[in-house]
């Protein structure tokens, strides 16, 4: 990717690509920052996945009860779900589509293109790939990117987790790269969070129990349906949605943060 965006005021202007975090769900925590590149962007480009259907998905609900002023901007690109693993057609397609849509808005005069994320744009986020295209297209393009507070983040405080402390380790999985990749970790750090695992919930519980862990899982984490629960509380047979969040802390002696 070309070259990051500098604070040269004298110089001029190139056009902005922005990947903007909008954090996990809950609107309050979307930064003031991003609420500013969003007043800005002549677009804002919102994913749309299977499950939202003909109405707005997370990131765009998200947007518009933060920033209500960029909800005219908003441009909603299909992006599919059903596909768990590896970089599959409709993925591809999707980046392609992004880039595209951001390059038009560019050639109709947009000074600034945002991209919409629910949670951080460099955690497990398809705004690399996009920017990517874009910036093989128009050279002259400056990408930017607004971090957002992560599902791991806000289920740490909710659940009144510490995720690290002192000199602990902390690892974030996704479980689609495999039970036994979970297993390692489980094994080698301190505090581990997995991400993408809904499907294979019973099996994650078993295998944490099995390393005498405890744990938190989070459904629906910075919504108003959010659930919270302790590993042991799980109903036989569960499974939980894609955007579920799991939190097995490190082993502690109970002196320091409260637990749930």
């Given at each position: 990717?070309?070259?990051?965006?500098?604070?040269?005021?004298?110089?001029?202007?190139?056009?902005?690509?922005?990947?903007?975090?909008?954090?996990?769900?809950?609107?309050?925590?979307?930064?003031?920052?991003?609420?500013?590149?969003?007043?800005?962007?002549?677009?804002?480009?919102?994913?749309?996945?299977?499950?939202?259907?003909?109405?707005?998905?997370?990131?765009?609900?998200?947007?518009?009860?933060?920033?209500?002023?960029?909800?005219?901007?908003?441009?909603?690109?299909?992006?599919?779900?059903?596909?768990?693993?590896?970089?599959?057609?409709?993925?591809?397609?999707?980046?392609?589509?992004?880039?595209?849509?951001?390059?038009?808005?560019?050639d109709a005069g947009a000074e600034v293109v945002a991209f919409a994320t629910v949670g951080d744009p460099s955690v497990y986020s398809t705004f690399s790939y996009l920017a990517a295209h874009v910036v093989e297209r128009l050279p002259e393009v400056d990408v930017e990117v607004i971090p957002g507070?992560?599902?791991?983040?806000?289920?740490?405080?909710?659940?009144?987790?510490?995720?690290?402390?002192?000199?602990?380790?902390?690892?974030?999985?996704?479980?689609?790269?495999?039970?036994?990749?979970?297993?390692?970790?489980?094994?080698?750090?301190?505090?581990?969070?997995?991400?993408?695992?809904?499907?294979?919930?019973?099996?994650?519980?078993?295998?944490?129990?099995?390393?005498?862990?405890?744990?938190?899982?989070?459904?629906?984490?910075?919504?108003?349906?959010?659930?919270?629960?302790?590993?042991?509380?799980?109903?036989?047979?569960?499974?939980?949605?894609?955007?579920?969040?799991?939190?097995?802390?490190?082993?502690?002696?109970?002196?320091?943060?409260?637990?749930?």
């Open positions: 990717m070309r070259n990051m965006t500098t604070h040269d005021h004298g110089a001029k202007k190139h056009p902005r690509l922005i990947g903007i975090g909008v954090g996990p769900g809950d609107p309050d925590l979307v930064t003031l920052k991003a609420v500013k590149a969003l007043t800005e962007a002549a677009v804002v480009l919102v994913p749309t996945t299977e499950g939202s259907g003909d109405g707005p998905g997370r990131a765009e609900t998200i947007v518009v009860l933060s920033c209500p002023a960029a909800a005219p901007a908003i441009q909603r690109i299909p992006f599919s779900m059903a596909d768990k693993k590896g970089v599959s057609g409709r993925r591809k397609q999707a980046w392609l589509d992004s880039a595209e849509a951001a390059i038009n808005a560019f507070i992560t599902a791991m983040q806000a289920l740490a405080a909710s659940s009144r987790t510490p995720l690290v402390e002192g000199t602990e380790t902390l690892a974030l999985v996704p479980v689609t790269a495999g039970l036994d990749t979970l297993e390692r970790i489980l094994d080698t750090v301190d505090t581990v969070v997995a991400y993408k695992g809904g499907r294979h919930l019973p099996e994650m519980i078993k295998l944490i129990q099995s390393k005498e862990r405890d744990g938190v899982l989070g459904v629906q984490i910075g919504l108003a349906d959010e659930e919270l629960i302790t590993l042991d509380d799980v109903v036989d047979g569960r499974r939980a949605p894609y955007f579920s969040t799991l939190l097995a802390p490190a082993r502690r002696d109970g002196t320091a943060g409260g637990r749930l």
